[in-house]
């Protein structure tokens, strides 16, 4: 358990996508958790529920059938923070038309759906599925469960957190040299037309609007026309 623990300390968020992070994250912790054949992590992001990353299809399986129908454990285990154990699909009376769709599509038998905790409120759930009846029945996989989970949580949370510093650094380079291209155009376009700066800008806005594109197109295309002139 030690090294699995250290293992999920040590994934890596550097030049990754966050999906990628996460399915690691998920394979890792699926490995520690006695009788999980299939795992996943359910995050609640506007009260609404979806798989951030899954290993075994299985998991993925189990987890779109409780979005579609309205709820099941790992819904309610990321919602309200509280374990939920399921030791036979066959006669579980909870979230009823989950389980008879379950039961029909997937072989899953018994599940353990596990809140992830994170600064004092469940951010989501990490998920484990077996096809067999009472897998998770035994305080190995309790214990190991709720110990994987702490550490998942926080990998799940920095990954997060590290996904949305790149991507906002990204729009706003993006953000830049869009504004960088349109005061380019507005350069050329008012040497060409001689006009000033207000009535460059209103040349471009027209263009967009007139060719129904990105004024940034627009302007790229203005600044791209002089240099092959050149």
């Not at 795992?39 to 299809?57: D, V, Y």
């Not at 004092?120 to 989970?149: C, H, K, M, W």
């Not at 949580?153 to 996904?163: G, I, P």
């Amino acid at each position: 358990m030690e090294q699995l623990l250290r293992d999920l300390s040590r994934v890596t968020l550097v030049d990754r996508e966050l999906t990628d992070v996460l399915t690691e994250v998920t394979r890792i912790a699926a490995r520690g958790i006695p009788g999980a054949e299939a795992s996943s992590i359910t995050l609640i992001r506007n009260e609404r529920p979806f798989t951030a990353a899954h290993h075994g299809q299985m998991a993925l399986d189990a987890d779109e059938l409780q979005y579609a129908h309205g709820g099941g454990p790992c819904v309610d285990a990321g919602r309200g923070g509280v374990l939920l154990r399921v030791d036979d699909m066959h006669v579980e009376q909870r979230w009823p038309d989950y389980v008879a769709h379950l039961v029909q599509e997937t072989p899953v038998r018994s599940s353990l759906s596990i809140p992830l905790p994170y600064q004092g409120s469940s951010i989501g759930a990490l998920n484990n599925y077996s096809t067999q009846v009472a897998a998770f029945d035994s305080p190995e996989s309790l214990r190991a469960g709720l110990e994987i989970a702490e550490v998942v949580a926080v990998a799940v949370a920095n990954a997060d957190a590290h996904w949305l510093v790149v991507e906002q650094a990204r729009n706003m380079g993006l953000a830049m040299e869009s504004r960088a291209v349109i005061e380019q155009a507005k350069g050329v376009l008012m040497a060409q037309q001689h006009v000033d700066a207000d009535q460059a800008f209103e040349i471009l806005r027209q263009a967009s609007q007139r060719y129904n594109r990105k004024l940034r197109d627009i302007a790229a295309g203005i600044v791209e026309g002089t240099q092959v002139r050149r």
